[in-house]
């Protein structure tokens, strides 16, 4: 059994290595720090900045008016492990079979993403950047694909897809589970915390804990002389809806239970991004630290999320599953108060915070986004005329859309093709397909040929949908590209 560290520890020896804040910092090295802040199933119109009216972000709202807003950012899938396969790799993850979730038995623990897809981390890591991650990995669970095997410094967090938030709860059931012998997949949302491998007994609120761990990361990071590269991957408002009472108690007006407890999430994860900022703050690296914020996917209208004014939510490829609030914030070098509406994709983090650090990007990467900070400052498109795609597989379908500049071709269930103006219409009600059948034929050529970059899965979520998708033939593209309309 691995050994158990305690949380005084660990603060211990952070104290030890220098002051707990200092005035400033004057690192010989002046690339920016970058903070990458994913927030899990978060819905689009759940901030401030979004238009949110019930729900309170105030932290997260001022980084954002500070900064420059998007409004048409996407993830490159609209469900959790996917999603962060892409954003770690800057490449579909159907192009490495990786288009599911990885599984959660504990006969399936040494699968993961392949390893010789390098990672943003890892390019990060060898340009000399300190490197951490605090929260939510679910890119696998055994030593290869352990984050302190693939590009971070230091690991705070837990391995699978998701976690229950009160620590008196949930060692008591992960303990009762071990005692009875059961598999690993009931303990996907029990796992003790980990710190560098080893199981940490917490004792906060996982959100609260995620944001202590992030300043003192941050607060370590002061003390060295290259930047700092860290990825904080909140849980949160990932189910289970568990919020603490004092704060669902700030949200007298809201009275679905659901929608209240999902309020109480989103302001612990507003409280946190606030510690965090004033520790950057504290430490002297406010200014030169660029500060990154989305989703991971759209939220879950059923578990109390809000993707106004987008259709539908998480595993859809409507706009409200897979486009995600989302800020860029950077006092050193971007101008406050602007809005982004052009399209962009978290595929595009890679290339962009890479060139950004002046990292080498492997000459064998064939990376799929772009670096979108000079198209950001002048205002203009990044991908003028490019496609943006977004593909998720059923049992004996595949759901598949992409986007060129304002328009968005889709189809669903082997439905009709559908084409949307998604900046006039991103609600998705107004089909311009009749109207337009030449561009529906054209983009959907272009999707066609993307889909023959697909690599069959490397793993599947469980053995009934690995049946099923044999049993299927799946993925079936003749069947999904076929232009005919029903």
Not at 57 to 83: K, M, Q, R, W
Not at 194 to 210: M, P
Request: aromatic share 12%; with cysteine; charged share 25%.
């Amino acid at each position: 059994m691995k050994t158990q560290l305690s949380i005084g520890l660990i603060a211990l020896v952070s104290l030890l290595a220098g002051n707990a804040c200092i005035a400033a910092t004057n690192k010989a090295d002046d690339r920016p720090n970058i903070l990458f802040i994913l927030t899990d199933d978060q819905g689009y119109a759940d901030v401030g900045f979004n238009g949110s009216t019930d729900l309170k972000t105030p932290s997260i709202d001022e980084l954002a008016e500070n900064g420059t807003v998007f409004t048409s950012a996407y993830v490159v899938h609209p469900f959790c492990g996917p999603s962060r396969a892409g954003l770690m790799t800057g490449r579909y993850p159907h192009k490495f079979g990786s288009q599911f979730n990885l599984p959660a038995t504990k006969d399936s623990g040494g699968l993961g993403l392949p390893t010789d897809e390098s990672y943003i981390s890892e390019v990060l890591q060898d340009a000399g950047y300190f490197t951490g991650i605090v929260g939510k990995w679910h890119l696998g669970e055994m030593h290869e694909h352990h984050p302190n095997q693939r590009g971070f410094d230091e690991f705070f967090g837990f391995l699978n897809g998701g976690h229950s938030y009160f620590p008196a709860d949930y060692q008591k059931k992960y303990q009762a589970a071990k005692d009875r012998g059961l598999d690993s997949a009931i303990w996907q949302y029990l796992a003790p915390m980990q710190y560098n491998g080893e199981e940490v007994k917490e004792t906060e609120y996982v959100t609260d804990a995620l944001s202590r761990e992030a300043s003192r990361f941050i607060e370590k990071a002061s003390h060295k002389d290259e930047p700092f590269f860290l990825y904080l991957a909140y849980n949160a408002p990932h189910t289970p809806l568990e919020a603490k009472e004092e704060d669902m108690a700030l949200f007298p007006d809201i009275k679905d239970k659901k929608r209240k407890t999902y309020a109480g999430m989103v302001w612990a994860l507003d409280r946190g991004i606030n510690n965090v900022v004033k520790t950057l703050k504290d430490t002297g690296q406010y200014d030169n630290t660029l500060i990154v914020f989305m989703s991971d996917n759209g939220g879950r209208p059923d578990q109390g999320a809000n993707n106004y004014p987008l259709k539908e939510g998480k595993n859809s490829v409507q706009e409200g599953g897979y486009r995600t609030p989302m800020f860029m914030h950077w006092p050193a070098k971007m101008k406050a108060g602007k809005t982004y509406k052009h399209p962009v994709s978290s595929l595009d983090m890679f290339p962009t915070l890479a060139q950004l650090a002046g990292a080498t990007i492997p000459a064998d990467k064939d990376l799929d986004g772009v670096d979108i900070l000079p198209a950001v400052q002048q205002d203009v498109s990044a991908r003028p005329g490019d496609l943006l795609y977004v593909m998720v597989h059923w049992a004996d379908h595949t759901n598949v859309a992409a986007r060129r500049d304002n328009l968005k071709v889709i189809r669903t269930e082997n439905g009709p093709w559908r084409l949307y103006d998604v900046q006039a219409d991103p609600a998705e009600n107004n089909d311009l397909s009749a109207q337009y059948p030449d561009t529906v034929r054209e983009m959907v050529s272009k999707m066609s040929v993307w889909s023959w970059s697909h690599q069959q899965p490397a793993f599947f979520y469980n053995h009934k949908s690995a049946a099923q998708w044999r049993l299927n033939g799946m993925p079936r593209f003749d069947q999904t590209f076929e232009l005919k309309n029903k």
